[in-house]
């Protein structure tokens, strides 16, 4: 499933953010890709090496991790911190798909969900879409600032070309402590409309959620 979480940074934040990222150092990316995505990436990232990791880290992270969406949606158990990476006029990562082992020897974690949380006002760039393949049909993705888009690892995807102004975003992974992306969903279905009931819903209201969750429960343990 792909998720949009509204939010996740506030204008104060961005501000703070696109401060410190203005006259940054970046790098190709070419540089922390494997072999197969070094024919298709082609974009800057924040180099690995800057100071100024610690300080992006304190408002993007601590903001994500706060927010009960993302935390609902992806149960996490490991949450890497973010990759930094700008796309200028000609720019684009073709498709592909992540690495499903992410991290250097001994700290490596398995990379179940996708995360990009854009930095810059969408009319900033034409362009540079996220586009995703799912299982009903190819979404195109492009967020206000302080968005952010969660989807599956697995999933095909690309960045496509910009051809003005210039994208820039997070990109974060995570393991979860549920491997399923169809078991994550049904449990971010049950934590939604526990949340509606708490909110003052109504048993109509809660009854074709609680019916689909039933079903595909059926569905996936039910042996015919």
């Known amino acids: 499933m792909l998720y949009i979480i509204k939010d996740v940074l506030n204008s104060q934040q961005l501000v703070i953010i696109n401060k410190l990222l203005k006259d940054a150092q970046f790098v190709d990316g070419k540089l922390s890709a494997g072999q197969q995505a070094k024919e298709v990436k082609n974009n800057l990232e924040l180099d690995r090496n800057s100071p100024l990791h610690n300080q992006l880290n304190n408002v993007v992270m601590n903001s994500l991790m706060q927010n009960k969406q993302f935390n609902d949606i992806a149960l ?20 592909h798909v992540d690495n499903p082992v992410m991290g250097p020897l001994g700290q ?14 969408q009319e900033a760039y034409e362009g540079g879409e996220l586009h995703i393949e799912t299982p009903f049909g190819e979404q195109l993705v492009k967020l206000d600032a302080g968005d952010a888009v969660v989807y599956p690892s697995s999933s095909l995807h690309q960045v496509r070309e910009v051809t003005s102004g210039q994208r820039v975003a997070a990109v974060i992974w995570t393991q979860s402590v549920v491997k399923s992306a169809e078991q994550r969903a049904l449990l971010y279905q049950l934590s939604s409309s526990n949340d509606d009931l708490n909110a003052g819903a109504t048993r109509a209201d809660l009854s074709d959620s609680l019916s689909n969750i039933r079903a595909n429960l059926v569905r996936m343990w039910g042996e015919v």
């Open 76 to 95: 996490p158990l490991r949450v890497a911190t973010p990759f930094y990476v700008r796309y200028t006029k000609g720019m684009n990562y073709g498709l």
């Open 108 to 121: 490596q974690y398995r990379s179940d969900i996708s995360t990009t949380i854009f930095l810059n006002d």
